[in-house]
């Protein structure tokens, strides 16, 4: 395991470093905001872009910005999302398109629409923005909605008063975000409670089916917000977000890291919960020589490397989107996509958490990071298909052979 660490280790910052060295070589092709202009509006001519404020103006009066020129601060769950607004001389949006985003496209897909983005057309920059009320919310991208909608008005409220001279109110209500991230904190919070209750005492362990069942319908259904090997790309590429769900997620996926390693994939992840209740259906499991197992077990470094090695360089983390429990959750994904969380479902029949064993990013992930810890020396029922003393990078801390 050792030498994996250092080898993924070095992967990720030779990657990192490729990338930023290219980038410099290479530089990004800037927006070509004009042609997005004669794309959203054909029938006006606008004027060469102007400055304080940055926006284009039309011999009708109608002026165009890009929102990430007024408001650079709005991020989503993985960055800007930089529009292109028109707005009339009386204050409403008369064109918008997308320039670009760093959202997973499986939860945004509807998000980047025509037929949704015509439903902002005629919205007055003096409306709240609020999510189901002024602007159609999507389900499985809230806070994507939510930080579009910010930009949206902040921008807008900007260029309106700036430029067209319209006073806009500047201390209405702010754009709430969703109250999901307390959801996943008392999640978390109860899980990991009980998590340090089972190793003092088996008397709690039936509770754990409790939280795989509550990851499933609150992670999984309700939020949709899965721990994913996309956070930590963008983490490495320097793409925060200001979403409280995403902080939430990070920081207590990392506390529990550091104090209990694989804590997560054995109490909250909605994919391991689905494969682990699958495997538990009566069929005889198919008897895999040890020296196998460990050779396929081995794979998910290997697809962690190489994937981080596209993504790092590149820089685009959509090349990293492989992860089965994304297409799941988000309800979306291609034919290749499904197929894969078809196959990883269903062959929890025979070997247990397949996915988790084989294949998952985020458990070769939380695998390197997990500390040395005794007192598990693994057993037959071990959900995840342990053999005895196995390495503390494979143990998923459901806590049912601890010994203190």
Not at 215 to 223: R, S, T, V
Not at 269 to 275: I, V
Not at 344 to 362: H, M
Not at 399 to 404: A, F, G
């Amino acid at each position: 395991m050792r030498k994996i660490r250092i080898v993924l280790f070095i992967t990720a910052l030779a990657a990192i470093l490729a990338g930023y060295a290219l980038r410099t070589v290479f530089p990004e092709r800037k927006i070509d905001e004009k042609a997005y202009l004669k794309e959203m509006l054909p029938e006006l001519k606008f004027s060469e872009k102007k400055q304080n404020p940055p926006h284009y103006r039309a011999d009708n009066g109608i002026i165009a910005f890009s929102t990430y020129d007024i408001a650079p601060s709005v991020r989503g769950y993985a960055g800007p999302i930089k529009l292109l607004l028109a707005l009339s001389p009386d204050g409403r949006i008369a064109g918008i398109r997308i320039l670009e985003h760093q959202e997973t496209k499986n939860y945004v897909h509807y998000m980047e629409t025509p037929e949704y983005l015509s439903r902002f057309i005629g919205k007055d920059v003096r409306d709240q923005f609020r999510i189901d009320r002024d602007i159609d919310g999507i389900s499985r991208a809230t806070v994507s909605v939510e930080a579009m909608a910010k930009t949206m008005r902040d921008s807008s409220r900007s260029i309106a008063s700036g430029v067209l001279g319209i006073e806009t109110v500047t201390n209405g209500k702010r754009i709430s975000q969703s109250p999901g991230w307390i959801s996943y904190l008392l999640l978390f919070s109860s899980a990991f409670s009980f998590y340090l209750l089972t190793r003092r005492s088996k008397r709690f362990i039936r509770v754990r089916d409790i939280f795989l069942v509550t990851g499933i319908l609150i992670i999984g259904l309700y939020l949709s917000s899965p721990f994913s090997i996309l956070h930590v790309f963008n983490l490495l590429l320097l793409r925060s977000s200001s979403s409280l769900l995403w902080l939430t997620i990070i920081l207590t996926t990392f506390i529990s890291l550091v104090l209990a390693g694989r804590f997560y994939c054995g109490w909250l992840c909605p994919f391991g919960a689905l494969s682990e209740f699958i495997g538990r259906i009566p069929l005889k499991k198919w008897d895999i020589r040890p020296e196998t197992d460990d050779q396929w077990r081995s794979l998910k470094y290997l697809f962690l490397g190489l994937i981080a090695a596209v993504v790092l360089i590149s820089r685009k983390v959509e090349f990293g989107n492989y992860e089965t429990y994304v297409t799941l959750f988000s309800f979306n994904g291609t034919y290749l996509a499904w197929s894969l969380v078809v196959i990883s479902t269903l062959a929890n029949l025979r070997i247990e958490r397949f996915w988790c064993r084989y294949l998952c990013p985020v458990a070769a992930f939380t695998g390197l990071l997990s500390r040395k810890a005794g007192g598990y020396p693994s057993r037959k029922d071990c959900p995840i298909g342990n053999r005895p003393d196995p390495l503390i990078s494979e143990c998923i801390r459901c806590n049912r052979c601890y010994r203190s």
